[in-house]
């Protein structure tokens, strides 16, 4: 039996270890409030290799195609396409092989070398000459290229499309026969499509390329708008080419050992270089460049009797109609049945037909942002940039630097921060209230809070059938509500406390405010680490900046970590500030799951003495930055994990594990057909608004087994001070629980810090 529970009012402390009053809430039905995980679009990956592991915080953009997302065009550049990469020109045919592009020796642009990729290129292409000529630019990592280049910002998939338009394309790993590379033509297939051949380990066609594919649509689009696109390729693992438009899209019979009639219909295209004039660096040194263009050339252009459907004379068998539904189609003129299965060579027609100038084309080398007007954490600060000494793509690791990630180069800019307006960020939480508060009115949900308190919305969402326990208590600096977490079967397993902070708090010597003023301009550290696959080039940083301070944090990502005896003060004043929430949340907690049926509560609930913490990891987040669903689950963990807001405000939600037996009907969508194994998500079951100065407290070690929780802020500058208790008996080696011990004491200089909650 759960007891009624009565309203409390402002400014009523209940004395230590009496079980609090507390306020009773009504609950909503379930929301449906937005959805911030994206899905994925269809487009078919390269072949790569998946993550070694799984993490939480990795960049979400890295599994997701971004170009996935509503996609505007940035900085307002002309769509262009891009072209890739190491294993492209393996097996190229025609007049192209001996030309391909391969390993660079040095740029025009620049006196630095590019490193020598670290990965397969070479064994891939020992046999093939140097390069004429440098790229511009290029990049070790794929995250690298998407986040400095604004024509290329697929993570997954060799399109980048902006607004259905293909503008950056990478050239496929994988061959046709027919394909060419040369210095201003290239001709591949619409990526996709293949399947890897267990027996022969390569990658097989067994399918059609569909006509309505996201591919496709896209090259026909760019084709029509005669947009320039852009390839890319080594001699770094990714390397630009240049700006290229499609002039031919058809469709071609392919050989297929896999599909019932040996072949299937794929979709190929023809690049045409857009600048005719400047060399190509990716040929060869010695080879010589294509004379002046002849403009004049053309293919002939025929109709078929049957279909009437025109199409380009572009093999040297002879004019054949290659609409795929035409009862005539690859019949040569005499009747005679072309022979797919023999590689088609294009005719010199085709090849050297060459389009007229399209006048200026844009630079690929993007502008360093003009960050004057700038505060320094807005997107176009966020988003990496080209080195302008060495071509390299950067990713934005340091909170306040810019550093080339080329080892060989050096280049470095202080990236110093601004202080953030106060009236942005309060603009920021007027957005916030604004759009929780009509979400809040669409879903009738909480309206009890906001009655209760006049003031504010705190709009927390959740689900009364999940969450039936919550309760509020008003401490006079802030205004807290915890909510008792159950575990599938019902039954309580931990709290979630949301301590906040009225103004006149913020603003205390030593409060929030003094804390975020300092440590916006201070460099303490924070950068973004490697998340997955690290040293490789499809590592990818995580999506926020970190620090930790005192004992190390041994989670999937790997943090630099100083002791608190080195730590600012503003660390040491948080940490002393999330000490006391700690303290409260728990007491009340305590206080409340003591009083209930035995039966109703899970034996590690109720939490007995614990300590302190002795460690605290800082995170930073800049415009769009987020940390995705995870727990605080380590073994080596106590139980509570605490964390103090500060900056722009943000929304945290928690939702089961997928693997939990919650009800069916909370789950998004139905199971996943194509992969059985993979469990359906569950929808959100709290969601709570953290503004500047709030604190939060996780109080139970299954709610870290139970749920996993997100964190997205909406505003662009944002700072997270998480503190736990990292248990030095549970560590692997002496060294680390010496160092855990160390590290991990709170100096004697910072009690001066000790927080009462006033
Ligand atoms: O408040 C935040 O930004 C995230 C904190 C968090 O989820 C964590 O550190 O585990």
Redesign the pocket.
Same mark, same amino acid.
């Given at each position: 039996m759960h007891q009624a529970l009565g309203p409390v009012h402002r400014h009523s402390i209940p004395g230590r270890h009496a079980y609090p009053e507390v306020s009773s809430q009504r609950f909503a039905p379930l929301p449906s409030y937005p959805e911030y995980a994206s899905a994925s679009n269809g487009v078919v990956a390269i072949p790569r290799p998946k993550p070694s592991i799984q993490l939480a915080?990795i960049d979400p953009a890295l599994y997701q195609n971004e170009a996935t997302d509503p996609v505007t065009p940035r900085h307002g550049h002309t769509p262009q396409l891009v072209l890739r990469s190491a294993t492209a020109t393996a097996n190229l045919v025609s007049d192209a092989a001996s030309s391909s592009p391969v390993i660079t020796e040095e740029s025009e642009s620049s006196q630095v070398e590019i490193p020598e990729p670290n990965d397969d290129k070479e064994s891939i292409h020992p046999y093939k000459e140097l390069p004429s000529g440098k790229p511009l630019v290029w990049s070790a990592k794929r995250q690298g290229l998407c986040e400095a280049v604004p024509y290329y910002r697929s993570y997954k998939g060799s399109l980048y499309p902006i607004e259905k338009v293909a503008a950056g394309y990478l050239i496929d790993a994988e061959t046709d026969p027919g394909d060419v590379f040369d210095a201003q033509i290239i001709i591949s297939s619409v990526g996709g499509g293949r399947t890897r051949d267990r027996e022969t380990n390569t990658m097989v066609r067994l399918e059609d390329i569909p006509d309505d594919t996201l591919q496709v649509q896209a090259f026909k689009a760019a084709m029509e708008l005669n947009r320039l696109l852009y390839p890319c390729r080594p001699p770094a693992p990714y390397a630009v080419l240049d700006y290229f438009r499609v002039t031919d899209l058809w469709k071609q019979k392919m050989v297929s050992t896999g599909a019932t009639n040996g072949y299937v219909w794929v979709w190929r295209m023809r690049f045409e270089k857009a600048n005719l004039s400047t060399p190509s660096w990716w040929m060869p040194a010695g080879k010589e460049m294509p004379a002046t263009a002849d403009l004049t050339i053309r293919a002939p252009v025929k109709e078929c009797a049957f279909c009437r459907q025109a199409t380009k004379e572009m093999f040297e068998v002879g004019w054949f109609c290659m609409n795929q539904h035409c009862p005539n189609n690859y019949t040569l003129a005499g009747g005679t049945e072309v022979d797919w299965q023999a590689p088609l060579k294009h005719t010199e027609a085709f090849l050297n037909e060459r389009t007229p100038s399209p006048g200026s084309v844009p630079s690929l080398v993007p502008e360093m942002v003009d960050d004057t007007t700038l505060h320094g954490t807005e997107m176009a600060c966020r988003r990496g940039f080209v080195c302008p000494l060495c071509g390299c793509c950067n990713r934005r690791i340091f909170w306040n630097r810019l550093v080339c990630e080329n080892s060989d180069c050096g280049w470095e800019r202080l990236a110093a921060m601004k202080p953030y307006p106060s009236e942005t960020l309060d603009q920021e939480n007027q957005v916030f209230d604004e759009r929780t508060l009509r979400t809040t009115n669409r879903n009738d949900v909480n309206l009890d809070v906001v009655d209760f308190y006049h003031q504010d919305i705190h709009a927390t969402m959740h689900i009364k059938q999940i969450i039936p326990h919550s309760h509020s208590i008003d401490f006079g600096s802030h205004i807290a509500r915890q909510y008792f977490l159950p575990d599938a079967e019902g039954k309580i397993i931990g709290s979630f406390t949301i301590f906040s902070a009225t103004k006149e708090t913020n603003a205390q010597p030593g409060g929030p405010d003094e804390l975020f003023r300092n440590l916006e301009l201070q460099d303490f550290g924070l950068r973004r680490n490697p998340a997955a696959v690290a040293g490789t080039k499809y590592e990818g940083l995580t999506r926020?900046f970190q620090m930790n301070f005192g004992a190390r944090y041994k989670f999937g990502v790997t943090v630099q970590s100083k002791g608190f005896n080195e730590a600012p003060a503003q660390i040491l004043m948080a940490l002393q500030r999330l000490i006391w929430a700690k303290n409260q949340a728990v007491m009340y907690s305590n206080a409340f799951i003591g009083s209930q049926d035995a039966a109703t509560v899970s034996q590690s609930a109720l939490l007995g003495d614990h300590q302190d913490f002795n460690e605290l990891?800082a995170?930073g987040?800049m415009e769009e930055d987020r940390?995705r669903y995870?727990?605080?689950g380590e073994d080596e963990l106590g139980p509570i994990?605490s964390?103090l807001?500060l900056g722009s405000p943000?929304l945290?939600s928690f939702r089961p594990k997928a693997k939990q037996q919650f009800p069916e009907s909370l789950k998004k969508g139905s199971q996943p057909k194509k992969d059985p194994k993979k469990k359906c998500e569950f929808h959100d079951v709290l969601q709570v608004r953290?503004k500047h100065g709030d604190m939060?407290v996780m109080a139970g070690t299954e709610i870290q087994k139970v749920y996993e929780?997100?964190?997205i802020?909406q505003g662009n500058r $944002?700072?997270?001070l998480?503190a $736990?208790y990292i248990d030095p008996t549970k560590m692997a080696s002496q060294e680390d629980r010496e160092d855990a011990i160390t590290k991990g004491a709170v100096p004697d200089w910072a009690r001066q810090f000790e927080y009462q909650g006033n």
């Open positions: 915080d926020h990891l995170l987040y940390i995870h727990d605080d994990v964390a807001a943000c945290m953290m939060m929780h997100t964190v802020p $944002r700072f997270a998480t $736990r």
